[in-house]
């Protein structure tokens, strides 16, 4: 069994589809039925700043390794994968654009480029997984929408059906030619487990693993409620947003509880009706746990997703967040008296662009933040990224990058607050932290910065770091918490 590998490319490039600051991301592979060539994902040249998100569809030749590429002009294709019969590639991918977010469509061409196709057109965010069914006559695939992720298949007229629906968030893995598919899902109660489906029926899904029944045994969780709620900017923008908020176990209406408000990095992504450990931890320490989706999320469309564009933070995402806190004060699940707010990367950011608007949280935790954009635009592995979400280059135009670093507003705050990066970050590397530390120290505003050893872009890459990272947000919002501290000094007062 086995034998000698070949290497089939070379060069000053790498195999893999381009992305968010990355040279390639882990190739996607399909060998033609023929197995006489292999389709892949990237960029066949060297990197150049004007090409950062440039991928495209290419042929490899396993004969001779000649090298044929499919997809034309400056967009970003990826995910190739073979008609059964060979004559045709799926792919996904979008065209050159102007915009921070554009919605990857599913794509077919036939397998020397031509004919290209769109099938898709109108989806709250792009496909992944794609997978030709055995027919030759669908193509199945997943999105993330609305906070779940679900399968659907499409056929070659672009007709789309669903296979799975719900608040779940399934990954799709293969399709056995009898139409049973390898999946995972989780739910809001459930961490991910093995299941399988039948991709012919509709949510028909059949989980295979239960391996969290251990770790979960014994356990009363919290309880995890589904909320939308309309949010206007002071921009006169509005929009609705959904968010989900964890009650404590043995939740009791007739109490206030302490609120964490917990804010996605990104900041074009998604938060999901999957099982979360961290919100349900929070929760089982008293927390009420709020976490939506402010617009620049995805999975609720372009607009949606590019609401924030030349403006980030500022005045739409924020609105969107503090109308979520609004929302759960209301409902009457927490103690207006008793916020709190974190984030990691984009969440670190929104959460520093919160407290120099308002003073309403108690203590704040901005994990990986960006605070100065001008200052990260040289030190970053995203600054193609970070150039294209801004009008012009700092040296022709410095206003918005100023307006929007959040160093900028740094001398409104009042909310103590804890700074953590890893001592590696190429993302949001910790001299942002650090600036943002010394100011506050100047200010006198109580702070504290951790620098997390050994860590890339988070905090909580291995399990030490992972419990590290809530115990240290736990001990920050004890020390700042009125109702623990009140206890805390009546206990010394007796002693």
């Known amino acids: 069994m086995g034998g000698t590998p070949r290497q089939l490319t070379s060069g000053d490039w790498n195999v893999g589809r381009r992305g968010l600051g990355s040279i390639a991301s882990a190739p996607a592979l399909s060998w033609s039925p023929d197995g006489k060539v292999i389709a892949f994902d990237g960029l066949t040249r060297a990197q150049t700043p004007e090409a950062w998100s440039e991928s495209h569809i290419n042929l490899v030749s396993v ?26 590639i799926a792919y996904t991918g979008y065209p050159e654009h102007n915009t921070s977010y554009p919605v990857p469509d599913l794509f077919v061409m036939t397998n020397d ?48 059906r669903d296979i799975t629906s719900g608040a779940q968030v399934v990954t799709l893995f293969n399709v056995a030619k009898n139409g049973r598919a390898a999946v995972s899902i989780s739910t809001s109660d459930k961490p991910s487990e093995i299941a399988v489906t039948n991709i012919k029926g509709k949510n028909d899904i059949s989980r295979l693993t239960d391996v969290n029944s251990d770790v979960l045994y014994g356990k009363t ?78 999975g609720y469309g372009s607009d949606f997703a590019n609401a924030i564009r030349h403006r980030y933070p500022g005045p739409v995402d924020y609105a969107d967040l503090m109308a979520g806190v609004d929302k759960v004060i209301a409902d009457g699940y927490a103690d207006s008296d008793r916020m709190f707010v974190a984030g990691c990367s984009g969440g670190g950011i929104l959460t520093t662009w919160i407290i120099g608007q308002t003073d309403r949280f108690k203590a704040a935790a901005a994990l990986c933040p960006v605070t100065n954009w001008i200052g990260m635009s040289g030190t970053t592995d995203v600054v193609g990224w970070l150039y294209n979400f801004f009008p012009a280059p700092y040296w022709e135009d410095p206003k918005p990058w100023l307006d929007h670093s ?5 001398g409104k705050v009042k909310t103590p607050t804890l700074l953590m990066t890893g001592d590696k970050d190429l993302r949001t590397p910790i001299g942002e932290a650090e600036s943002y530390f010394a100011a506050l120290k100047i200010l006198g505003i ?35 918490d009125p109702v623990k501290v009140a206890a805390t000094t009546e206990v010394k007062a007796k002693h």
Request: proline residues 6%.
């Open 63 to 88: 004969a001779d390794g000649t090298i044929t590429q499919l997809t034309s002009g400056q967009g970003n294709y990826g995910q190739p994968d073979f008609s059964p019969d060979g004559k045709q």
């Open 113 to 160: 480029g031509s004919n290209i196709k769109a099938l898709t057109n109108d989806l709250d965010d792009g496909p992944s997984s794609i997978e030709w069914l055995d027919s030759g006559r669908e193509i199945v695939f997943t999105v993330s929408a609305r906070g779940s992720r679900n399968i659907h298949a499409v056929d070659l007229r672009g007709r789309i």
């Open 221 to 298: 969780l919290g309880e995890v409620k589904e909320i939308w709620y309309d949010a206007t900017a002071e921009t006169g923008e509005s929009a609705r947003v959904q968010g989900w908020v964890v009650l404590p176990p043995n939740y009791d209406s007739n109490k206030k509880y302490p609120l964490l408000l917990q804010i996605h990095g990104g900041p074009h992504a998604m938060y999901n009706s999957g099982f979360n450990f961290t919100f349900q931890e929070f929760a089982a320490r008293g927390y009420v746990v709020l976490y939506t989706n402010p617009r620049g999320s995805t």
């Open 406 to 410: 959040t160093l900028m507003h740094v």
């Open 446 to 480: 109580p702070t504290r910065l951790i620098p997390m050893r050994n860590e890339y872009h988070g905090t909580g890459s291995i399990p030490s770091n992972y419990m590290r990272t809530n115990l240290m947000l736990r001990k920050w919002f004890d020390e700042f």
